[in-house]
Structures are given as C-alpha cells and as structure tokens.
C-alpha cells in the first residue's frame, strides 16, 4: 500500500483492518497486491484510490476528489462515507461499490472486461443493490451507432 505524493501513516488497527492517515487532499492511495485485507482510509478528502491486482479487498473512504480505480483484481468491495464522483472499473470481476446518499446523487461508473459488478445505494432505512449492467445492445441506425 502506497500514498503518493506525502508522507503518511499507516498501522493496523483492531479487527485486522489497517489505517491510512491522509493529511493531504493532493495525496493519492495505491493499493497493491493485497489478499484479504480491510483498509479505511481516514483524513477526509484525498484525490484518489486505485486498487491494483488485489483479491478479497475492502476499501472505506470519506471523499475523493477525483475517483476510484479498481483494476485487475476479485471481489473487491469498495465503501464511500462521502463524495466519489467517478469509479473506473477495469478487469475486474466481484465489485460491490456502497455509496453514500450524497455520493448516490452524482457518481458515475465506467466498466471495462469486467463482471459481477453491483452498487448499493441508501433507500430510506434500508439500502438498494443493483447490478451494473456488462452487457449492451448496439444499434446502427441513420448512420449513427446507439448503445442500450
């Protein structure tokens, strides 16, 4: 695990999670490589996560400015207590994202080679799960290409 651009701190706390401290809104967590493990990201805003060849992985954050990346990796759960705007996924198969009231308002979902993707979103006192569709219909129609 890797917070770039400043130096951090990081321990493990109690029920085998393990702590970044972000005390930068530039700093930028990576997550690499890791097999069952919980990381909560504390600090407030920070510019981004991107989880990297990992499996059985869950990550908590407040906010993030620019957006979440989850890439090569299996069955990872992914929290936002805040804002995430944006979440790229690429290759990666078994994604529950859980997102905030606030962040269910405005982030979007870019999917690549991936599957077995859900969102879950607040629904009055209970939450929502929803599959993020892999599969689309394209049309060509009046020269031009649609996608359902």
């Known amino acids: 695990i890797e917070n770039q651009d400043k130096e951090s701190a990081m321990h493990s706390g109690e029920n085998g999670i393990l702590v970044v401290e972000v005390t930068d ?3 930028q967590v990576y997550i690499f490589n890791c097999d069952g493990v919980t990381v909560k990201i504390n600090g407030g805003k ?6 990297d060849t990992c499996e059985k992985v869950n ?4 906010t993030i400015i620019s957006g979440c990346e989850l890439v ?3 069955k990872i759960a992914v929290q936002s207590d805040g804002v995430c705007p944006v979440f790229t996924i690429d290759k990666t ?7 905030s009231e606030e962040s269910a308002k405005i982030s979007s979902f870019t999917t690549s080679m991936s599957s077995e993707m859900n969102v879950n979103v607040p ?3 209970d939450r929502k799960e929803m599959p ?7 049309k060509l129609a009046d020269g031009n290409l649609t996608s359902e």
């Open 25 to 27: 809104p530039k700093q």
């Open 46 to 51: 920070l510019k981004s996560v991107v989880v």
């Open 59 to 62: 990550v908590i954050f407040d």
């Open 72 to 74: 090569n990796s299996k």
């Open 93 to 99: 198969v078994g994604v529950t994202v859980y997102l």
């Open 123 to 125: 629904d009055g006192d």
């Open 132 to 138: 993020i569709p892999e599969q689309f219909i394209h």
